[in-house]
């Protein structure tokens, strides 16, 4: 039988554990340091495996991320429920798990099984008292997890934690901040008698989330505009603004109704993104750019500015939110667009700060407005409302004019 690990080394395992963890993994990626983690694990607790199960999107299952003498759970993609098996009870009991003799009833990974492991131990990895993952180690012959294997495979746990942490919220935002820059061009698509421009900021604070704004040509020679926020940040919402985005544009071609278009891209949140909530306006101008009209799912109203009078806040009714309440009932304006006249439309990120009232930011911004080109325009608001300190939240405008006929 394989010996215990003895408290007479422990400070030293420790020593060389930090030493790692702290000098030699910190300039891995997340694949390379967690591969390199267990590697030292398996070593520092005379293991012959070790691996690291993450918990998926969801919070149902547990992923098989990195091994170490079990590499074959990360090739097929082991997925374990959590409260099922070995590492799902660990997941659903946030505390250590030793188990002595590994069996069928006890294990449900077949990895483990067929690799004829008897002993395993497992610890929770968490983040802010929140289970993220599992770390165990296993052994190929019998053997009791002392108390000190405990602390030490926690310490592991932690540390891999954070290191996991970090660097997953580095990737995420960067792959969102990806995915916006590919939904969200820096110039919109031109078109004829429209002067357009457009900005997107990310949030210093939430980083990249689901704002977005979008503006198409339709065969009917009717022109789109949206402006949109899909509630939450990071990755996550900006696939979910990606998928309602493309939906949009989809009902656009089928109708020239706004409020037909929400309506029906309500109905696919509700089915598809059941836990989605997003803000937003969709205006469609006539072909003769003449008027538009706008029906707005629970976002802040555009601002009109026109070179005859000072700029103002559209009077559109909101109707709820996307994904707020199923069968809403939504409603259309209609606006003239005589020439020079223009629309500013903006997510909340632009006016809402902490300590100020959302109807101060408002009033800031119509004030920040005059006529001009539509890139003056965003470039005037843009230093005005955020001056020298990045916003908290992701911003996106959207300026819209039309052009004067020349001559």
């Known amino acids: ?134 770390l165990h180690v296993g052994t190929l012959t019998p053997r009791r997890f002392t108390p000190d ?51 997107y900021v990310p949030g210093a604070e939430v980083g990249v989330g689901g704002d977005w704004y979008d503006l198409f040509d339709l065969p009917s020679g009717h022109v789109g ?19 309602i985005r493309s939906a949009l544009r989809a009902y656009a071609m089928e109708t020239a109704d706004p409020a037909d278009v929400l309506t029906r891209l309500d109905r696919k949140v509700q089915r598809f993104e059941p836990d989605a909530m997003a803000t937003v306006i969709y205006a469609v101008i006539d072909a003769d750019l003449g008027a538009m009209t706008l029906s707005n799912a629970g976002h802040l109203p555009p601002v009109v500015v026109a070179p005859d009078r000072p700029c103002r806040l559209a009077r559109i009714p909101p109707d709820l939110p996307l994904g707020a309440y199923a069968g809403a009932p939504r409603r259309n304006t209609r606006l003239p667009l005589e020439p020079g006249t223009g629309l500013f439309l903006y997510t909340d990120g632009l006016v809402e700060r902490r300590g100020r009232k959302i109807d101060s930011g408002l009033t800031m911004l119509t004030a920040a407005l005059t006529i001009g080109s539509a890139d003056t325009m965003c470039a005037d608001v843009m230093a005005a409302m955020l001056y020298d300190r990045a916003p908290t939240d992701d911003v996106a405008v959207l300026a819209v004019r039309r052009v004067e006929p020349p001559g």
């Open 1 to 134: 039988m394989m010996p215990d690990v003895g408290r007479a080394d422990s400070a030293e395992k420790l020593r060389r554990l930090q030493a790692v963890t702290d000098a030699a993994l910190s300039r891995l990626g997340l694949e390379d340091l967690l591969d390199e983690l267990l590697e030292r694990t398996r070593d520092l607790l005379r293991a012959d495996t070790a691996a690291v199960m993450l918990l998926d999107p969801s919070g149902t299952e547990l992923v098989a991320t990195a091994a170490s003498g079990l590499e074959r759970e990360v090739h097929q993609g082991l997925r374990v429920p959590v409260g099922h098996g070995f590492s799902g009870t660990v997941a659903a009991r946030a505390e250590p798990i030793a188990i002595e003799h590994v069996d069928h009833t006890n294990v449900v990974s077949p990895v483990l099984l067929s690799e004829h492991v008897q002993s395993v131990l497992g610890v929770p990895m968490l983040s802010r008292d929140r289970v993220i993952g599992v």
């Open 149 to 199: 294997d405990i602390e030490l495979l926690r310490l592991v746990a932690d540390r891999a934690s954070l290191a996991t942490q970090a660097r997953l919220s580095r990737l995420d935002r960067a792959a969102a901040l990806a995915l916006q820059r590919s939904l969200l061009p820096a110039r919109p698509q031109a078109i004829g008698g429209l002067d357009v421009a457009v900005r």
């Open 225 to 243: 505009i949206v402006i949109g926020d899909v509630a939450g940040n990071g990755l996550h919402a900006a696939v979910v603004m990606g998928r």
